[in-house]
């Protein structure tokens, strides 16, 4: 089966399953950015610890009814967010409805996030490689939107010794993995100083995901 005939310009195959939506939200940006304030002010992005120990060079927080946390208990999906003991603020309409339409342009219709993390980098800030795996059901996609400086983002393959192929993502780029490539490795490298017109010296990215 081909979706060519679906494959809109800057749409770059990454494996079987696995999307680079080149520029996808860049008429949002200023929607984007202020939603993202209002959510930072009800929960502000922290350093969390691993399960080993380790203070994460990436801050984060989330929005929408579920939350990814990591703390000594190990890594879960969350109702609270532990610093302020409140709910984590409501999934803005704009975030689900852009992650939909993404995931739908790369195959997958029916995509209904539950949960939105959300990593803010720092030059040096870097996420290992890792898999996305303590969601439920894999038949949902991960949907990724990139805003501010450019990073590396090295994605593999079904083990940890899988080759990678480095991507750079982009100020306003989506990727979108699922189906076969679903639990496939991927990491960020440290993110490289520089300065972006709107968002200054660092990088956001917002992870949406069915997590239940
Ligand atoms: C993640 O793997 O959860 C985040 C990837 C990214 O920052 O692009
Ligand atoms: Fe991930």
């Known amino acids: 089966m081909t979706r060519l005939s679906a494959v809109g310009a800057g749409m770059i195959p990454l494996c079987d399953g696995a999307w680079l939506l080149k520029g996808f939200l860049l008429k949002y940006e200023q929607a984007l950015l202020q939603?993202?304030?209002?959510?930072?002010?009800?929960?502000?992005?922290?350093?969390?610890?691993?399960?080993?120990?380790?203070?994460?060079?990436?801050?984060?927080?989330?929005?929408?009814?579920?939350?990814?946390?990591?703390?000594?208990?190990?890594?879960?999906?969350?109702?609270?967010?532990?610093?302020?003991?409140?709910?984590?603020?409501?999934?803005?309409?704009?975030?689900?409805?852009?992650?939909?339409?993404?995931?739908?342009?790369?195959?997958y219709s029916d995509f209904c996030p539950d949960a939105c993390l959300i990593n803010r980098y720092v030059p040096g800030a870097k996420l290992s490689l890792h898999q996305d795996k303590d969601e439920q059901d894999f038949t949902h996609p991960i949907v990724s939107f990139s805003l501010g400086l450019p990073a590396t983002f090295d994605f593999g393959g079904r083990t940890r010794r899988a080759p990678v192929t480095p991507y750079m993502l982009e100020h306003g780029d989506v990727v979108v993995w699922g189906g076969p490539s679903r639990l496939f490795y991927h990491g960020i490298r440290a993110l490289k100083k520089g300065h972006h017109a709107q968002m200054g010296s660092q990088r956001i990215n917002l992870t949406f995901r069915c997590a239940h």
């Open 35 to 107: 939603n993202l304030e209002r959510l930072t002010e009800h929960s502000p992005f922290r350093h969390m610890v691993t399960p080993g120990g380790y203070r994460m060079s990436v801050s984060m927080t989330n929005c929408g009814p579920r939350g990814w946390v990591t703390d000594e208990r190990g890594y879960r999906y969350s109702e609270t967010d532990p610093v302020t003991g409140r709910a984590w603020p409501d999934m803005p309409a704009l975030f689900s409805q852009l992650a939909q339409q993404a995931a739908s342009e790369a195959g």
